[in-house]
């Protein structure tokens, strides 16, 4: 699939967008986990939400789907799953594999777990080194770093982990698995990254203690199913906040959004190159503050993103690139490495895809710097198969002069189906 976008002079107007990828996945996991029945509202029917659903119905939770936003999970408890008969699939998502890692570590049965072509080049021997500490039998391609891995779980013993990366996935699997461990499990990261499982856990009846970088864990809760409704993805709001914010002009108010401060670099980036970002209509659900974000388009200038502002907006990196494309000046992003080992190696992919439209980009060793400013020509562009520049790349169409065309779009539905759609209500947009 190709996604053809044209320009367009500035955006007005009120938009939703799907739920919260990472909150989806742990609303799986934990209702899986817990007693009872989790009822998931505005639940992302992402292809990775997906596969983490499909790996859980393997091991015995069962889930229904009362309509086409709402899911119910059914789950027998923190030591109700069962063995699985198959490979564990994760498709195209580190989440499921990282976060259920965690999981099955913890298990007294065998399995095995792979993924696409992306997943089985991506690190796991940050998740993996963990686990074996506690216990954990694992092992996989060179030395169980890379999936297809294998695991027997059982009981585990609690570990002091500091990690060595502000990451949410491996500080997840490593609190997961603390949930089977025998004791407090405590874990320390660099900056703080996203805490939805801490958040989800404590509102499912968890002992978990939080201190800014640092987490401890009891293990051997009772969990107990709960009613979860999933804000709308800041991720997914974030490329249509950044078209907003760089033609000035624009007004767009994306309602009902998620606002944890792990989560919310992007306005600050965005306020910080000059768009007006106000919040309303404030709200807490599960534990997880909401409101409703109006942005106001301006003029924007560069700015410098690093430090622990970037596990606040990893995610939106490649979306933030355009609008310094766009912005008057330098803007300067380091410190995040850790985009070479996302879905695609995020820092060349948009070096690579916005230079075909005219931008001026430096690659770092650990980010990059884009001379923003002049203006950009539609060109045709590659995806990457990741669905994060796919996305980018036709915000940076409505920018550029002319036409853009995307190629290998089918990954946008990874994390924000209906994207075209929603980009159809402000400029022509096509899916040929
Ligand atoms: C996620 C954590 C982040 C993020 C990913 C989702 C999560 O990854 O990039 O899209 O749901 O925990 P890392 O933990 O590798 O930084």
Known sequence: MKLQVRQTGKINGEISVPGDKSISHRAVMLGALAQGTTTVTNFLMGADCLSSIDCFKKMGAAFSRPDNNTIIVKGNGLYGLREPEDILDVGNSGTTIRLMLGILA?????STVTGDASIRKRPMGRVTEPLLEMGANIDGRQNGSLAPLAIRGGALKPIQFNSP?????VKSAVILAGLYAGGQTEIREPHKSRDHTERMLA?????????HCAVKIKGGPNLEGKPVEIPGDISSAAFFMVAAAAMPGSRLM???VGINPTRTGIIDVLRNMGAEITIHNVDEVNGEPVGDICIRGSELKGTVIEGSLIP????EIPVITVAAAAAAGETIIRDAAELKVKESNRISAMAL???KLGVNVNELKDGMIVHGGSRMKGAVCESHDDHRVAMSMAVAGLLATGETLIKNTECIGISFPGFAETLA???HCANI
Request: hydrophobic letters at 45%; charged letters at 20%; proline letters at 3%.
């Open 106 to 110: 913890g298990q007294p049965f065998f």
């Open 165 to 169: 990366v502000a990451s949410a996935q």
């Open 203 to 211: 509102y499912f009846g968890a002992e978990i203690a939080v201190n």
């Open 254 to 256: 994306v309602n009902r």
């Open 312 to 315: 606040r907006l990893i995610d």
């Open 353 to 355: 895809e916005l230079r």
């Open 425 to 427: 209500g402000f400029t």
